[in-house]
């Protein structure tokens, strides 16, 4: 098997954001079939599953990473750390 990426022209990077994000689909969808969960109200507008949560604190995340990307000139290893709390704090209090 070719581990090299060339495939899908990714980089090793791209591949492990990639593979989190399916790692994680998965195991929330082996946690909701294990343990299904109600919806619930936080600072959302709206009641929500942890899937909703996940989805809307990725796709908030995305939008986040543009606009630093296109405003700044600050590494992205400081804006990662800054989304992975985005994103805990919409999974936790979402």
């Known amino acids: 098997m070719d581990f090299t990426l060339k495939w899908m022209v ?4 791209t591949a492990i954001f990639c ?3 399916i790692i994680i689909v998965l195991a929330m969808a082996v946690w909701q079939t294990v343990s299904p ?8 507008p709206i009641p929500t599953t ?3 949560r996940f989805f809307m604190g990725v796709l908030t995340s995305a939008y986040i990473f543009f606009a630093w990307v296109g405003l700044t000139q600050f590494p992205l290893w400081i804006l990662l750390l800054i989304v992975v709390c985005w994103v805990l ?3 936790i209090w979402g």
């Open 10 to 13: 990714w980089t090793v990077p």
């Open 37 to 44: 969960s109600l919806e619930r109200k936080g600072f959302l």
């Open 50 to 52: 942890p899937g909703d």
């Open 89 to 91: 704090v919409v999974m």
């Open 19 to 21: 593979g989190s994000i």
